[in-house]
């Protein structure tokens, strides 16, 4: 399968923090409560002395000192809650979530973006293959793939997908507005118009892709038959090496 650059596939080390402000294991909560009033953040990974993430406190973390702190049935209720502990806690690594839910820089944007999801969590420690931390994502980081100019992304179109698969650029049409590329004009088989639009969806940035393509021949019964002995289409349509 033809590979495309790297630009048009961004991944967490595209988008992440590198500026994090971190704690150690033996912070005091008070200092914890500064650092992140200080730094205007609402969570910060712990790290051992090696920069190893052990765990995540954040705001809700700290909070639960201050519900323990109310009227006697709240007190009440929080002694049977798992947090409980929290309530006392007074340094970083009694204070914390752990395991920390974490992500490498080499990761896909959309990949990280389910991991968020699937952990219900708005940011994840970034870490390198020994788990020292290198940086941090979060919703908003993740997002920033839609910031891409359209004229950027049309020029990604252009570099990365039809010349990628080459298509003269000069017989196809590439429109974007916010995000949207329609492509038209005519390629040479079906099959060439689909690599064309999915691989044109991959692009980061890309909200939608309105494929108009045409195409000189419909090969869509030959791909799908039984006895085709050729690979895929998108193998098909290279040129040859002979």
Same mark, same amino acid.
């Given at each position: %399968?033809?590979?495309?650059?790297?630009?048009?596939?961004?991944?967490?080390?595209?988008? $992440?923090? @590198?500026?994090?402000?971190?704690?150690?294991?033996?912070?005091?909560? #008070?200092?914890?409560?500064?650092?992140?009033?200080?730094?205007? +953040?609402?969570?910060?990974?712990?790290?051992?002395?090696?920069?190893?993430?052990?765990?995540?406190?954040?705001? /809700?973390?700290?909070?639960?000192?201050?519900?323990?702190?109310?009227?006697?049935?709240?007190?009440?209720?929080?002694?049977? @809650? #798992? $947090?409980? /502990?929290? /309530? =006392? *806690?007074?340094?970083?690594?009694?204070? %914390?979530?752990?395991?920390?839910?974490?992500?490498?820089?080499? *990761?896909?944007?959309? !990949? !990280?973006?389910?991991?968020?999801?699937?952990? =219900?969590?708005?940011? $994840?420690?970034?870490?390198?293959?020994?788990?020292?931390?290198?940086?941090?994502?979060? @919703?908003? &980081?993740?997002?920033?793939?839609?910031?891409?100019?359209?004229?950027?992304?049309?020029?990604?179109?252009?570099?990365?997908?039809? @010349?990628?698969?080459?298509?003269?650029?000069?017989?196809?049409?590439?429109?974007?507005?916010?995000?949207?590329?329609?492509?038209?004009?005519?390629?040479?088989?079906?099959?060439?118009?689909?690599? +064309?639009?999915?691989?044109?969806?991959?692009?980061?940035?890309?909200?939608?892709?309105?494929?108009?393509?045409?195409?000189?021949?419909? &090969?869509?019964?030959?791909?799908?038959?039984?006895?085709?002995?050729?690979?895929?289409?998108?193998?098909?349509?290279?040129?040859?090496?002979?």
């Amino acid at each position: %399968m033809t590979t495309l650059k790297k630009t048009t596939h961004w991944t967490v080390g595209d988008v $992440m923090t @590198r500026d994090v402000l971190s704690v150690r294991p033996d912070t005091s909560y #008070r200092e914890v409560v500064d650092a992140l009033v200080g730094s205007g +953040v609402s969570a910060a990974p712990v790290v051992d002395a090696e920069g190893r993430v052990l765990g995540v406190v954040s705001e /809700a973390d700290l909070l639960h000192k201050i519900e323990a702190a109310g009227d006697e049935r709240h007190r009440r209720i929080i002694g049977v @809650r #798992r $947090m409980a /502990a929290k /309530a =006392q *806690a007074t340094v970083a690594a009694d204070l %914390m979530t752990a395991p920390a839910v974490v992500v490498e820089p080499t *990761a896909s944007v959309a !990949a !990280a973006a389910r991991r968020l999801e699937a952990e =219900q969590v708005k940011r $994840m420690p970034v870490v390198d293959t020994d788990r020292r931390l290198v940086g941090i994502v979060s @919703r908003r &980081d993740l997002l920033r793939i839609h910031t891409r100019p359209d004229v950027e992304i049309s020029a990604d179109v252009v570099d990365n997908v039809l @010349r990628s698969l080459w298509i003269d650029p000069n017989t196809v049409t590439v429109d974007v507005v916010d995000g949207v590329v329609t492509v038209s004009g005519t390629v040479e088989s079906r099959s060439l118009a689909g690599i +064309v639009a999915d691989h044109t969806a991959r692009l980061a940035g890309v909200v939608e892709v309105i494929d108009r393509l045409t195409w000189e021949r419909d &090969d869509a019964e030959l791909i799908g038959s039984r006895g085709y002995a050729f690979g895929t289409a998108e193998r098909l349509m290279r040129p040859s090496r002979d």
